[in-house]
């Protein structure tokens, strides 16, 4: 079964960290790209970053500075550190992947920054 589960999010104070995973089933993130997205309710989804086959890396500038993407080949697994977080942060994560001619996205996972 091809899917995407993410993992990770939470409650967090301005400034805090966080790390969401994406885990992969069916296919291979070695060789697929995947995108991380957020969207928070009544406005559009916005892209936050991605990483694409070999090691292609771009990230948002409202995340620049603050976020890292990276692979982890041996759990099928891609990263999204987001360092500094602040309220506007403050959305569902989801990521995507196209593989095989089809365009798959996880369920999300909430990440809430909040004094």
């Known amino acids: 079964q091809t899917e995407l589960v993410e993992f990770g999010g939470g409650l967090v104070h301005p400034g805090s960290s966080l790390r969401l995973s994406c885990v992969a089933s069916?296919?291979?993130?070695?060789?697929?790209?995947i995108q991380w997205f957020r969207q928070v309710p009544g406005k559009q989804r916005e892209w936050v970053a991605s990483i694409l086959p070999p090691q292609n890396v771009n990230v948002a500038d409202s995340v620049k500075g603050r976020c890292t993407i990276s692979r982890e080949e041996a759990k099928n697994t891609v990263w999204l550190q987001l360092n500094n977080l602040m309220p506007e942060d403050t959305a569902m994560y989801y990521c995507?992947?196209?593989?095989?001619?089809?365009?798959?996205w996880g369920r999300g996972t909430q990440v809430t920054v909040d004094s």
């Open positions: 995507n992947a196209r593989h095989d001619g089809h365009e798959y």
């Open positions: 069916g296919f291979s993130v070695a060789n697929t790209g």
